[in-house]
């Protein structure tokens, strides 16, 4: 088959299913108020005394962070994965995500998502998938976002090609936790409404607000979004050591909504490692993860 040689995902190892699914580009706009700002900090527990956070007219007003995840989500939901042998999307797991923070985000924007497929790798009895999207303004054409989300698919594999994948830096890095206790520790009790708050940022999934629908997969009861737990985790880092240029987590637990996440924070020269357990049940909910501060967040030596 014919390949498209200006995708700059190209690869040769990839079987002719997975070449074709490259080919496919999904664009979304997004457009976002300082309201929407708001709604997506308290949806990641920023509280009323936190004014930079909460109330536009503060003169340090900002997006958290992790803010980056939500103007890609329509964008990379919509990438087909049909092509899968076998697909099923209740056999669908998000793995791991990956943000960079390309500029200062605005406060308020109109941006537009590219989004395609990165990488696919076939694990045998499943597949792996990871979409990338570029976020950028609308009228400048300046990049803002980058994201990378995995997807384990399961029950999809055996379709050839590449077995592992690439190393792609940071988007990979496994940011294995130093053999020393944390140089910080961060709690935070979540609320028992915050999948419902969190869900109005634009991810109506019904596993976050059904009971009868969380139990199909298996759950007591609705759970809070991965996103969510790691937009927390973001903050924490935040609190902690000041702002990052980027972000990637590996989701390895579920939490439900009421739960205290603790976050295990070691500073490794300009990155830090983290991880993040459900304080009453004792569970890793994010592991392998990993921050590197911006870089007027980085102390300078003196000399």
Not at 21 to 48: F, M, P, Q
Not at 170 to 178: G, K, Q, R
Not at 259 to 274: D, G, N, R
Request: proline residues 6%; charged residues 20%; negative net charge.
């Amino acid at each position: 088959m014919t390949v498209d040689s200006t995708n700059p995902h190209v690869d040769s190892q990839d079987s002719p299913i997975v070449a074709q699914a490259k080919l496919e580009v999904v664009e979304t706009e997004y457009s976002y108020t300082e309201r929407d700002v708001i709604l997506y900090n308290l949806g990641i527990g920023a509280t009323e005394t936190e004014l930079q956070w909460t109330y536009e007219g503060d003169e340090e007003f900002s997006a958290l962070p992790t803010f980056g995840v939500i103007p890609q989500f329509s964008a990379s939901s919509s990438l087909s994965l049909d092509w899968l042998p076998d697909f099923n999307p209740a056999k669908l797991l998000h793995g791991e995500q990956y943000l960079s923070i390309k500029v200062p985000i605005p406060s308020t924007g109109d941006l537009i998502n590219s989004a395609r497929i990165l990488e696919v790798t076939d694990k045998g009895n499943a597949a792996a998938v990871t979409i990338i999207v570029e976020t950028r303004e609308k009228y400048s054409g300046d990049l803002i976002f980058e994201n990378q989300s995995t997807f384990f698919i399961r029950g999809s594999g055996g379709f050839g090609g590449r077995r592992s994948g690439k190393d792609r830096g940071p988007a990979s890095a496994l940011n294995e936790p130093p053999k020393r206790v944390p140089d910080a520790i961060v709690e935070e009790k979540t609320q028992a409404i915050q999948a419902a708050l969190y869900r109005l940022n634009g991810d109506i999934n019904p596993l976050h607000i059904l009971p009868q629908f969380a139990a199909i997969g298996g759950f007591e009861k609705p759970i809070l979004h991965g996103l969510c737990t790691m937009g927390i985790a973001g903050k924490h880092v935040l609190q902690t050591f000041g702002p990052f240029q980027d972000i990637k987590v590996r989701f390895v637990g579920v939490v439900y909504p009421g739960e205290t996440l603790v976050t295990e924070i070691w500073k490794e020269a300009s990155k830090v490692v983290f991880l993040t357990k459900v304080k009453e049940r004792n569970a890793i909910v994010l592991a392998y993860a990993g921050a590197n501060l911006a870089r007027d967040a980085i102390p300078i030596a003196k000399l």
